[in-house]
């Protein structure tokens, strides 16, 4: 039977420790494939100024910056020390330039309406404290006729794959919170019911083996 929902902290890592092995963690997680770059493009999110909720250490930015031509980058980051791992590592990518950093709570962004051409995120919905009111800050700030692609786990994902995404960590901290992000993540019917309350009208949800993926247009 599924357990239900435990909800998650909305404060993102803090701790510089935990930040360092969180980010050496997704360094490996990325050379894997697990990342969601070239879906996000293939989506129709591949050109412009483009926004990216909750990017952690940044590899999934850099890689569709990567996959991109002439695009920029706005990542909104609630956690300052993530921000600045973030930072370290678009340097060494040599693409410092093509990012801008927003130290912000997703729920009240400070930006105008419709800037942006497309909107992603990985990894963060289960931590959003009200994933209503950040669908529809997202809305908000997309561009007529522009896409958002948000992915995550999903908690009915089978035991096999619950077990080897859990053996991929190697830090008993990041170890831990990897099991209360699965706690905290929704299943398809549950985020269709979340979008059923936002301004998204015309939306998909597809399940895979470990997660959802949410793509919304704006109209």
């Not at 800037?115 to 990894?123: I, L, R, Y």
Request: one cysteine or more; proline letters at 4%.
């Amino acid at each position: 039977m599924l357990k239900e929902r435990i909800p998650e902290t909305n404060e993102g890592i803090q701790n510089e420790v935990d930040v360092e092995a969180y980010n050496n963690w997704m360094r490996e997680m990325s050379k894997e494939k697990w990342f969601k770059a070239k879906d996000i493009v293939e989506s129709g999110i591949n050109f412009g100024n483009c926004l990216e909720i909750g990017p952690g250490p940044g590899f999934l930015g850099l890689e569709w910056l990567k996959k991109t031509e002439n695009t920029f980058l706005t990542a909104v980051e609630i956690s300052d020390a993530m921000i600045e791992v973030s930072k370290r590592n678009f340097k060494e990518a040599n693409m410092l330039g093509r990012v801008n950093y927003v130290h912000a709570n997703a729920m009240d962004i400070p930006l105008e309406n419709e800037s942006f051409e497309g909107a992603f995120s990985n990894g963060s919905l289960h931590e959003w404290e009200d994933p209503v009111k950040i669908f529809n800050e997202i809305f908000r700030l997309l561009k007529p006729g522009s896409k958002a692609f948000i992915s995550d786990l999903r908690r009915d994902m089978n035991k096999i794959m619950f077990n080897m995404l859990k053996m991929s960590v190697r830090e008993p901290e990041i170890k831990k919170g990897f099991i209360t992000s699965w706690q905290s993540s929704y299943t398809a019917v549950e985020l269709e019911k979340i979008i059923g309350k936002t301004s998204f009208k015309e939306f998909q949800i597809k399940e895979e083996p470990a997660g959802l993926i949410f793509i919304g247009k704006k109209f």
